[in-house]
Nanobody, 124 residues
Framework: QVQLVESGGGLVQAGGSLRLSCAASARTFSSYAMAWFRRTPGKEREFVAA????????YYADSVAGRFTISRDNAKTTVDLRMNSLKPEDTAVYYCAAQLVETQTTRPNAYSIWGQGTQVTVSS
C-alpha cells in the first residue's frame, strides 16, 4: 500500500506563497487519485483540491480556486499544492490523501490513505 509524506509547511505572511509536496512510496502511484485536505482545531477535515490519476482533471474548493494549484508528477510519484495569495483563513494542517477509485472526490471518507499532515500558518 502506498505511503504518503507531506512537506513544505511553515509560517508565511498573508499574501505570500507556499508549496506543499506529497511524496508517495509506491510504483503504482498512477493508480491513485490524489487530493489535499485541511483541518483546523475543532473542525472537520475539509476538501482543498484533487487531481485525477492522469492529472487531466482537477477539482478545487471554492475557497481556494484561483489561488491554489494542484499538480502531480507520476514519474516522480509526487503531488504538489502551490498556494498563492495566502490568507489567515488558510491556516490549517494540510493532508495528502489517496484513493484507488475516483469517486466522491471531495469527501474525506472516500480516501483510505493519508499522510501525517503538515502545518501551514498564515500570519495577518
Amino acid at each position: 500500500q502506498v505511503q504518503l509524506v507531506e512537506s513544505g509547511g511553515g509560517l508565511v505572511q498573508a499574501g505570500g506563497s507556499l508549496r506543499l509536496s506529497c511524496a508517495a512510496s509506491a510504483r503504482t502511484f498512477s493508480s491513485y487519485a490524489m487530493a489535499w485536505f485541511r483541518r483546523t482545531p475543532g473542525k472537520e477535515r475539509e476538501f482543498v483540491a484533487a487531481v485525477s490519476r492522469s492529472g487531466g482533471t482537477k477539482y478545487y474548493a471554492d475557497s481556494v480556486a484561483g489561488r491554489f494549484t494542484i499538480s502531480r508528477d507520476n514519474a516522480k510519484t509526487t503531488v504538489d499544492l502551490r498556494m498563492n495569495s495566502l490568507k489567515p483563513e488558510d491556516t490549517a494542517v494540510y493532508y495528502c490523501a489517496a484513493q484507488l477509485v475516483e469517486t466522491q472526490t471531495t469527501r474525506p471518507n472516500a480516501y483510505s490513505i493519508w499522510g501525517q499532515g503538515t502545518q501551514v500558518t498564515v500570519s495577518s
